[in-house]
T-cell receptor, first 114, second 111 residues
Framework: AQSVSQHNHHVILSEAASLELGCNYS??????LFWYVQYPGQHLQLLLK??????LVKGIKGFEAEFIKSKFSFNLRKPSVQWSDTAEYFC????????????FGKGTHLIIQP | DAGITQSPRYKITETGRQVTLMCHQT?????MFWYRQDLGHGLRLIYY???????DKGEVPDGYVVSRSKTENFPLTLESATRSQTSVYFC??????????FGEGSRLTVL
C-alpha cells in the first residue's frame, strides 16, 4: 500500500518568509501527485498537481512544487507567504488509474503571523 | 454549477442511532469517494465507487455502509453510530480517477 509522509505537522512563519513543506511517498512506480489546501472551516481545494512533464509545477496563489523522482519527494514551496496562507496543507498521491482514490498525508498546519 | 453538495452539514446524534450522510454531484463523474478527517490522521478513505452499483472498501470501512444506485448520489450510512465515528466526513468525486473535487464536509458528533 502507498503511504505519504509529511514531515512538518505544525509550521509557524512570519509574513514574507519563505515556505517549504516536505512530502515523501512510498510507491516506486508511476504516480500522480497533488497538494491540497484547506482553509479554516472549509473543504479541500486543489493547489497544484503533477502528472507528467516538467517536474516543477506551478499552482494557484504563487505556490509551486518540485517532483524529484529519485527522492520520492514532492515538496511545496512559496517564496513569500501571506497571512491568508494560514491553512492545513495536504500532500496526496495516486498510482495507476486512481480508481481507489488518493492517499493523503496527515497534513501540515501552517500558521502565518502578521 | 452546483458541483458536489453534502447534507447535513452538521449533525449531532447518539450512540447506537443510524445516521445517513448524503452526497450529490452534478458533474456526472464516474468516481465517488467518502473520506473522514480526524486530527492526527489526515484524511482516510472509507468507501469508494467507480460507477453506479459498484462500491468497494477503503482503509477504514468498518461500521459504514454505502450504496450507489444512481451516478450522482453516494450516501454513507452509519448503521449504529459510535463515539469513535465523531469526525468530519468529506465526499469527493472524480471524472477519471486522480484529481478529486471535494464537498463542503459534514461534521458529525456522536454523543
Amino acid at each position: 500500500a502507498q503511504s505519504v509522509s509529511q514531515h512538518n505537522h505544525h509550521v509557524i512563519l512570519s509574513e514574507a518568509a519563505s515556505l517549504e513543506l516536505g512530502c515523501n511517498y512510498s510507491y516506486g512506480g508511476t504516480v500522480n501527485l497533488f497538494w491540497y489546501v484547506q482553509y479554516p472551516g472549509q473543504h479541500l481545494q486543489l493547489l497544484l498537481k503533477y502528472f507528467s512533464g516538467d517536474p516543477l509545477v506551478k499552482g494557484i496563489k504563487g505556490f509551486e512544487a518540485e517532483f524529484i523522482k529519485s527522492k520520492f519527494s514532492f515538496n511545496l514551496r512559496k517564496p513569500s507567504v501571506q497571512w491568508s496562507d494560514t491553512a492545513e496543507y495536504f500532500c496526496a498521491v495516486v498510482s495507476g488509474g486512481g480508481a481507489d482514490g488518493l492517499t493523503f498525508g496527515k497534513g501540515t498546519h501552517l500558521i502565518i503571523q502578521p | 454549477d452546483a458541483g458536489i453538495t453534502q447534507s447535513p452539514r452538521y449533525k449531532i446524534t447518539e450512540t447506537g442511532r443510524q445516521v445517513t450522510l448524503m452526497c450529490h454531484q452534478t458533474w456526472s463523474h464516474s468516481y465517488m469517494f467518502w473520506y473522514r478527517q480526524d486530527l492526527g490522521h489526515g484524511l482516510r478513505l472509507i468507501y469508494y465507487s467507480a460507477a453506479a452499483d459498484i462500491t468497494d472498501k477503503g482503509e477504514v470501512p468498518d461500521g459504514y455502509v454505502v450504496s450507489r444506485s444512481k451516478t450522482e448520489n453516494f450516501p454513507l450510512t452509519l448503521e449504529s453510530a459510535t463515539r469513535s465515528q465523531t469526525s468530519v466526513y468529506f465526499c469527493a468525486s472524480s471524472r477519471y480517477g486522480g484529481e478529486l473535487f471535494f464537498g463542503e464536509g459534514s461534521r458529525l458528533t456522536v454523543l
